[in-house]
């Protein structure tokens, strides 16, 4: 009996030590899985293709049940001699203790293979009054590409900030104290994220300071950002739904020397001054041309800014026709009730 139960043993021993040296050489693994995230996280989960062959490239498919998937199904692949390193992107979710990685099925012409989920811990971002600009981003790396300030109204500026990061969850970016934002324009490729943030402030506000969490170093790294010097190239006349007193002389000053060649001609009869008075009366014609009007629907939101995802300040209470204050992308400024600007998107202009 002794015996027995001791070959037993050493059948399972045996069987156990073949399955290690199997799994020690498997073709596919993990090579990376973070060992937790924080909330909203962008994080890397890696798969290690060993004998890897550019001929019979690997397929892969996670489960489609599960509640967590990639942020982008094509995955990022990096050769090194004979193995392929496959990184993968997903987002940590929020308000939970712990996420999974659902299981990965892998296969090509030779073979299938299934990597088992991994459950990973979920942190919260703890910051505290040293960090009180945080600004919801997490980032392994942030760069601001450019800056740009155009006139809102009289009282506010619209800045506009192109961003390009690493790892980075950008569609939750929010600046603190910033009376309305939102993200345009968001691309991703891989790792690296791009987009455009925007948010309106008071004028008088120079600079503004942000933080956010760098995830490859661990700690939050502030950003602070000249508004001095940083006008747009458009014509910020445009923006404003107002004229600047600059503008009014402009015209005025316009108008008067109008008169005096016109008066002029008359005493002198000197064709110049006619042919300078038609120049300078075409320049009145044009200024004093109506702008464009469009028609807006009955019910259309009224945006605070020309972003997807803004603020909506009030309806259109009935259908009108309104001057065309200015274009952006999909958006048009129009002026409304009480001298109240907003954008109205392209689709809720009229259709005839």
């Not at 600004?135 to 809102?152: E, G, H, P």
């Not at 939050?220 to 014509?235: C, T, V």
């Not at 009366?281 to 995802?309: D, H, R, S, W």
């Not at 065309?324 to 954008?343: A, D, V």
Request: glycine share 2%; with cysteine.
């Amino acid at each position: 009996m002794l015996i027995k139960r001791l070959k037993l043993l050493l059948k399972l021993f045996i069987f156990f030590i073949t399955q290690s040296f199997l799994w020690a050489d498997a073709p596919y693994s993990y090579s990376y899985t973070p060992k937790f995230v924080y909330e909203n996280q962008l994080f890397p989960v890696t798969v290690l293709i060993k004998y890897y062959n550019t001929k019979n490239s690997p397929n892969f498919k996670f489960d489609s049940m599960a509640l967590l998937q990639p942020i982008v199904s094509k995955p990022v692949k990096t050769i090194n001699k004979d193995s392929a390193f496959f990184t993968f992107y997903f987002k940590a979710p929020q308000n939970v203790q712990s996420t999974t990685i659902p299981s990965l099925t892998i296969w090509n012409l030779n073979n299938s293979y299934t990597l088992n989920a991994i459950k990973i811990p979920v942190k919260k971002l703890q910051h505290n009054k040293t960090n009180k600009n945080f600004s919801n981003l997490l980032a392994s790396n942030l760069r601001i590409t450019s800056t740009k300030v155009d006139n809102y109204d009289e009282n506010h500026n619209l800045v506009t900030l192109s961003l390009e990061a690493a790892e980075a969850n950008l569609e939750n970016m929010h600046i603190p104290n910033v009376i309305d934002d939102g993200i345009e324009n968001l691309k991703r490729s891989g790792a690296e994220v791009t987009a455009n943030y925007y948010f309106i402030i008071p004028s008088k506000i120079k600079h503004i300071t942000f933080s956010y969490y760098n995830t490859i170093k661990n700690r939050f790294i502030n950003k602070k950002i000249s508004l001095l010097n940083q006008k747009s190239s458009l014509d910020n006349s445009n923006l404003a739904p107002k004229e600047i007193d600059f503008d009014k002389i402009k015209k005025y000053f316009l108008i008067t020397i109008t008169v005096i060649f016109l008066i002029a001609y008359l005493l002198s009869r000197d064709f110049i001054y006619i042919f300078a008075f038609i120049i300078s009366a075409g320049f009145l014609i044009y200024i004093y041309l109506p702008k464009k009007t469009i028609c807006v629907q009955e019910g259309a939101p009224l945006y605070i800014l020309p972003t997807n995802n803004s603020n909506i300040c009030l309806k259109i209470d009935e259908q009108i026709h309104t001057k065309l204050i200015h274009r952006y992308n999909h958006f048009n400024k129009i002026e409304y009730k009480n001298s109240i600007s907003g954008w109205i998107k392209d689709e809720d202009l009229c259709k005839n």
